[in-house]
C-alpha cells in the first residue's frame, strides 16, 4: 500500500466533506460516482454492500468512507477515509457554532436560527421517510417501523430494546 | 447554556452514543444530551442541530465538533469526536470482515433486514421530537411541510432546497423575531 493511495483517498474524501451538506447521505450518490466509476475501486454491488454494513454497524452513517477506505488501502485506509470526511467539516461548524454562542443575544442570529428551525423540522423527517422507504419491504418491517416510532416518539424505552426486538423480529418472522 | 463539562464527560457521553447509534446517532444522542444528561433542553438541541445540519458534513460528527468546543474547548471537541467515533469505527471494521464471512447466511440477512426496518423507526420518533415543538410555531408548519415535500417527494438534493426556502424563511424570520 503505498503513500499515493493513501494521498489519493484523503483528497477525495476532503473535499466530498466540504460537500456533504445535508449529512453524509446526501453524498451518497456523489461518492458511488467517484469510486465505483471514475477510480474503479469497488464494483457497484460491493458498493451497495458496504452501505448495508455501515448501516447495521451503530455510529455516525458517514462510516460507508471507513469501509470504503479499509477496501481500498486497509485499516490505515479506513481511518484517513474517515479522518478527512469529518475534519474538514467539522472544524468548519466548530468555529460557526462559536461565532454564533458569541452573538448569542443579536437580532440576526435570532433571525438565522428561526429560519433555519422549519428546514430541519421538514428534513428530518423526510430522511426518516426516506430510510422507511428503502427498508419497508413487505407489511411486516413496515409494521416494525411504525411500532419503533409510536415507541421512541411517545416513550422513553431505551432504543437498543427496540432495536433488539426488530432484528428478533426478523429473524423469526421474515 | 449547558454546565461546562470535563473532557472525560465529553469522551464518555458521546462513546456511549457512538456505540448504541444503530442505524444513525441522531436519536441516541438526543435522548443522551436532552432527557438523560440535561445538557441541552430540547430547543437548545434543536437550535444546535440546525445549525449543524445547514453546514457541510455529517450532523451528528458536526455536533460533537460544536458542542465539545462550546463546552470545553478545541480539546474537549477532541475528546467528543474521538468517544463518538472510536468504538463505532472498530465494530465497523470487524464487521466488514464478518460480512464477508457470513453475510449470506439467511438468518443473519433476515436480522438485518428486521434491523433496518426498526431503525428507520427510531430515525421517524426521534424526528417527530425535534419537529413537533418546531411545528408548534405556525409558520414553519408550511414551511417544513415545503422542505419534505422538495427532499421525500422530489429527491431534490439541499443547497437547491435550502436556496428555494431559506429566502422565504428568512423573510418571515425576519418579521416574527423581534
Known amino acids: 500500500m503505498s503513500a499515493n493511495i493513501l494521498g489519493q483517498i484523503a483528497t477525495l474524501f476532503g473535499k466530498l466533506s466540504l460537500l456533504a451538506v445535508g449529512g453524509a447521505n446526501s453524498t451518497v450518490p456523489e461518492i458511488a460516482r467517484v469510486v465505483v466509476n471514475q477510480k474503479h475501486w469497488l464494483t457497484p454491488s460491493q458498493f451497495s454492500q458496504f452501505y448495508a454494513i455501515a448501516n447495521a454497524a451503530p455510529g455516525p452513517n458517514v462510516m460507508i468512507v471507513t469501509v470504503i477506505g479499509a477496501h481500498v488501502a486497509g485499516v490505515p485506509g479506513g481511518l484517513v477515509a474517515t479522518a478527512a470526511m469529518v475534519l474538514p467539516a467539522g472544524i468548519t461548524a466548530a468555529i460557526i457554532a462559536l461565532l454564533f454562542d458569541k452573538h448569542r443575544e443579536a437580532r440576526w442570529r435570532r433571525v438565522a436560527q428561526a429560519a433555519l428551525l422549519p428546514i430541519t423540522a421538514g428534513l428530518v423527517l423526510a430522511a426518516a421517510c426516506v430510510l422507511a422507504r428503502q427498508s419497508d419491504t413487505g407489511w411486516l418491517t413496515a409494521a416494525l417501523t411504525i411500532l419503533t416510532a409510536l415507541f421512541t416518539w411517545r416513550t422513553k424505552l431505551h432504543p437498543l430494546w427496540l432495536l433488539g426486538a426488530g432484528a428478533l423480529a426478523g429473524m423469526l418472522l421474515l | ?178
Open chain 2, 1 to 178: 447554556m449547558p454546565p461546562k463539562l470535563t473532557r472525560t464527560q465529553l469522551f464518555t457521553g458521546f462513546f456511549q452514543a457512538g456505540i448504541m447509534g444503530f442505524g444513525g446517532v441522531l436519536p441516541i444522542i438526543r435522548r443522551l444530551m436532552v432527557d438523560e444528561k440535561r445538557w441541552l433542553t430540547q430547543m437548545e438541541f434543536n437550535e444546535l442541530f440546525s445549525l449543524c445540519q445547514s453546514l457541510p458534513g455529517a450532523n451528528v460528527v458536526n455536533l460533537s465538533f460544536a458542542f465539545g468546543t462550546r463546552v470545553a474547548g478545541i480539546t474537549g471537541a477532541v475528546a467528543a469526536v474521538l468517544g463518538l467515533m472510536s468504538a463505532p469505527l472498530a465494530i465497523v471494521l470487524g464487521l466488514a470482515w464478518l460480512y464477508g464471512r457470513y453475510g449470506g447466511v439467511p438468518i443473519v440477512r433476515h436480522a438485518l433486514l428486521g434491523l433496518a426496518a426498526t431503525a428507520a423507526g427510531l430515525a421517524l420518533g426521534s424526528g417527530l421530537r425535534i419537529a413537533v415543538p418546531i411545528l408548534k410555531v405556525r409558520r414553519n408548519v408550511l414551511l417544513a411541510a415545503s422542505v419534505y415535500a422538495l427532499a421525500f417527494g422530489l429527491h431534490l438534493s439541499l443547497p437547491l432546497i435550502a436556496l428555494l426556502v431559506l429566502p422565504v424563511s428568512l423573510v418571515l424570520a425576519w418579521r416574527a423575531v423581534p
